[in-house]
DNA sequence: CATCTGATGTGCT
DNA sequence: GCACATCAGATGA
């Protein structure tokens, strides 16, 4: 195993006693602990009260932290999500209603963590939602504090004579996003509301006309729900993996009150 | 820019 | 066996 590997394994491994170690960090440091409750009573109301279209859409803006076995901080701004909506959805691994020992977090209560590996070498994480097997994948993110760690951990996969990430490649992407932040297996199930190595800060609120809807990504053969328009992303934002002009710019279509409808 | 390919674990038929 | 909510690197226009 290469040695840029072992560290990632490495890091990987830390995750259990990470958890126990920023635990007691952050209890000591009480007047932290309470600004993130106070920052945080807003977003957890969204688990608990909004679909899943609307929290993929209220998690735009938002602020994703997630706090290394070091101490050290990642930080960056949600910008893009997809709404995979439970048994109807023929897109997500919930269909069905169908209930396996990989989606189970899907199930379980919103704000649950729900990573799991794809292609056998990256993961994608997601947060369960209201609805049963309901959850939004995280997409992209902006990256906003902690980009040399973000860059080391994104390097891990890469050669070294390729030419060097520009910022806005660190998260364009749901195992893009996994690499930098460090996400993997050991988060499923995980609670994002209570957990101690990563949670939510209230960041600025998307207005609904500055927000695209359109088609998700890579879900080849959905029957209708192929189209249906369930990825949402900033409008004109350049951290977004993939842009729809014509999202960005048409009025929305029928097809988004149609799965407005579905998601009720 | 578009399109192709290899990497490769795990769930499911 | 096969498909998969992906990505990096290569190749050709």
New binding site residues.
């Given amino acids: 195993m290469p040695r840029k590997r072992r560290r990632a394994q490495a890091l990987a491994d830390d995750n259990s006693k990470e958890m126990d170690g920023a635990l007691i960090e952050r209890e000591k440091d009480s007047a932290t602990s309470k600004y993130f409750k106070d920052k945080m009573t807003r977003l957890l109301s969204d688990f608990y009260n909004k679909s899943c279209i609307e929290l993929a859409k209220s998690f735009l803006g938002q602020i994703l932290v997630r706090r290394l076995p070091d101490g050290t901080e990642l930080r960056g701004r949600i910008v893009e999500t ?1 709404s ?1 909506l439970g048994g109807e ?1 023929e ?4 269909r ?1 209603g ?6 189970v977090a ?1 199930f379980m209560k919103p704000g649950t963590i ?1 990573v ?7 993961f ?3 947060v369960s939602s209201q609805g049963d097997g309901a ?3 995280l ?1 992209s993110i902006e990256p906003i504090e902690g980009l040399d760690t973000m860059r080391t951990f ?1 390097n891990v ?3 070294e ?3 060097p ?1 520009k910022d806005k ?1 660190l998260c ?8 930098a932040f460090a996400f993997e ?1 050991s988060f499923d199930r995980r609670d994002l509301a209570t957990d101690k190595s990563a949670w939510l800060e209230a960041g600025s609120s998307i207005l609904e006309e500055d927000i695209a809807s359109c088609a ?7 029957g209708e729900w192929t189209h249906k328009p369930l990825r949402f992303y900033i409008k004109d934002n350049k951290y977004v ?1 993939v842009r729809n002009k014509a999202a960005e710019t048409g009025v929305p279509c029928l097809s988004v009150i149609t799965a407005f409808q579905a998601d009720k």
């Fill in positions: 997809e995979y959805d897109a997500s691994h919930s069905g169908k209930q396996t020992e990989r989606n899907m729900y799991y590996q794809i292609y056998g070498v990256y994608c994480m997601n959850a939004v994948l997409r994104r996969r890469r050669s004579q390729s030419k990430l490649e364009n992407g749901p195992s893009k996003l996994c690499q297996k998700r990504i890579g879900i080849g053969n959905a993996s």
